[in-house]
């Protein structure tokens, strides 16, 4: 089975440019995370989904920063414009949601993104 | 503070060794816990989860809970240099999302 799948793996891009990463759950996975990891502030939760319904935004940074999900098998993040201070790796995690499963979330290989 | 709190490390053990790796957690309500493996450069990998208190045991790993204390440990017997990794506590709560410590970065030295 494929696992979560991110795209781009790489994004470098100049400041004040829109940069949206892309994330395929799990076949199955109806929970969807969105998360950022830097060394100064370690994995951080920025956004997750139920039934491609947003739960819980509270991590996202500011209003630069959206998420959608149209559909179970594909969610987007987007910042607009970005900075160079959202450089950090940004990873997307699924887990099913389903009474009786665990909570273990399975991660994307993350997309890095350099902002200049 | 915190909610979820690891030794940041930098943790040095050699070959063979017993590596003991610690973490708290403050939501006395949190039902599930995980440690999870990270490699410079990838993604975070589990590598153990328990739910109740005591021991469990995979293979070279294993885990321990004491709910009363809040806290979690991960044990790896006979470390080897492919160990050498960041380990990531990670703590469940009532909504079931994942709160991640800062991480602790293990070197296992050949």
């Known amino acids: 089975d494929a696992g979560v799948i991110q795209s781009p793996r790489h994004e470098v891009t100049e400041m004040g440019q829109e940069v949206t990463l892309r994330c395929k759950p799990i076949?199955?996975?109806?929970?969807l995370f969105w998360y950022r990891q830097t060394m100064m502030r370690g994995l951080e939760l920025l956004i997750y989904?139920?039934?491609?319904?947003?739960?819980?935004d509270s991590g996202m940074p500011e209003d630069r920063f959206s998420a959608k999900m149209p559909n179970a098998s594909f969610s987007t993040l987007k910042i607009q414009p970005s900075e160079p201070r959202d450089s950090a790796v940004y990873f997307c995690?699924?887990?099913?949601?389903?009474?009786?499963?665990?909570?273990?979330?399975?991660f994307g290989p993350g997309t890095r993104l350099t902002v200049l | 503070q915190k909610e979820v709190e690891q030794n940041s490390g930098p943790l040095s053990v050699p070959e063979g060794a017993i590596a003991s790796l610690n973490c708290t957690y403050s939501?006395?309500?949190?039902?599930?816990f995980f440690w999870y493996r990270q490699y410079s450069g990838k993604s975070p990998e589990l590598i153990m989860s328990?739910?109740?208190?005591g021991d469990k045991e995979d293979g070279r790993f294993t885990a321990q809970l004491n709910k009363a204390s809040q806290y979690v440990s991960l044990l790896i017997r006979d470390s080897q240099p492919s160990d050498s990794a960041t380990y990531l506590c990670?703590?469940?709560?009532?909504?079931?999302?994942?709160?991640f410590g800062s991480g602790t970065q293990l070197t296992v030295l050949p």
């Open positions: 939501d006395r309500g949190s039902q599930s």
């Open positions: 328990i739910y109740s208190n």
């Open positions: 076949s199955g996975h109806n929970s």
């Open positions: 989904f139920n039934n491609n319904v947003p739960i819980d």
């Open positions: 990670a703590v469940s709560g009532s909504a079931r999302q994942l709160t």
């Open positions: 995690a699924s887990r099913p949601l389903e009474r009786g499963s665990t909570d273990t979330q399975y």
